[in-house]
């Protein structure tokens, strides 16, 4: 295996008298999908928030492409290639597809906007992860469904040269087709080299294209496995904390 993109050991964050991250070690591989589950209040959104640079941590070390680095904000974040995809998804309605994607990066020639080139690149950037569920790239976001929204932020990513995406219950209220749509389209991230880590309780999702399950319970992490070599009750015999692993493979 490869060496990781991103290694956590020993991140500490606590709110007030509550110790939320508990001593986390985590290593998310290029290429490779990291499931991140555990149940409500585990600290998966404390964990993520810590990456993005949205919650910087009270202690612990962040290694970066090997060479430590300190995460204090978004934009530092970003500046590595971290991009997060969250619920809400962060997608103007009342814009098409092509502006979203460009939604606070827009190119610009000559003091206007450079709607071709930006045109190209969405097009392009669709076209890298095999996306053919967009009719037109200038339908207003309004008209798209969940899947194709999720799509749309998704590969808003691939424009941004991310090195590792992260992705809240990227499935969360879609059908199963849309759900299919979006689970191959994070397989394809990954296909392509990026580093994914992917929030989920849903244990049919992450068996269906994860690589690795970290487990999160109280603010440890108790459990970092191989997808292959495990199993849906051992994975939650781990989430309920009636199992404890040690050490991470």
């Known amino acids: 295996m490869s060496n990781p993109l991103i290694e956590l050991s020993g991140i500490k964050k606590s709110f007030g008298p509550v110790d939320v991250l508990k001593g986390i070690d985590l290593k998310v591989y290029p290429g490779r999908v990291t499931a991140l589950v ?3 209040g585990a600290g998966k959104s404390t964990l993520i928030k810590g990456i993005a640079g949205v919650q910087p941590y009270d202690e612990g070390v962040v290694k970066f492409e090997g060479e430590e680095t300190h995460l204090h904000s978004p934009r530092q974040a970003s500046s590595l290639g971290i ?11 009342n814009l098409d597809i092509v502006q ?4 606070g990066r827009e190119e610009m020639s ?5 709607e071709a080139d930006m045109e190209f690149a969405a097009a392009k950037a669709l076209q890298s992860l095999s996306v053919r569920t967009v009719k037109s790239l200038r339908q207003k976001v309004s008209s798209l469904s969940g899947g194709q929204r999720q799509t749309v932020a998704i590969s808003r990513t691939v424009l941004r040269d991310a090195k590792l995406v992260i992705l ?8 199963v087709a849309q759900t299919e749509q979006v689970l191959n389209l ?3 991230l990954a296909d392509q080299g990026l580093a994914v880590i992917m929030i989920s309780h849903n244990l049919q999702d992450v068996f269906q294209v994860a690589d690795d399950i970290a487990v999160l319970y ?9 997808t292959k070599k495990t199993n849906h009750n051992e994975v939650i015999s781990y989430i309920t904390g009636l199992k404890s692993q040690k050490e991470g493979k």
């Open 38 to 40: 555990g149940d409500n």
């Open 83 to 93: 991009e997060v995809v969250y619920q809400d998804l962060a997608l103007c309605e």
């Open 100 to 103: 979203n994607m460009f939604l």
């Open 110 to 114: 000559q003091g206007t906007l450079n």
């Open 168 to 175: 809240d219950e990227p499935t969360a209220a879609l059908g």
């Open 186 to 188: 994070v397989r394809r």
């Open 218 to 226: 109280l603010g440890n992490m108790v459990a970092q496995l191989e």
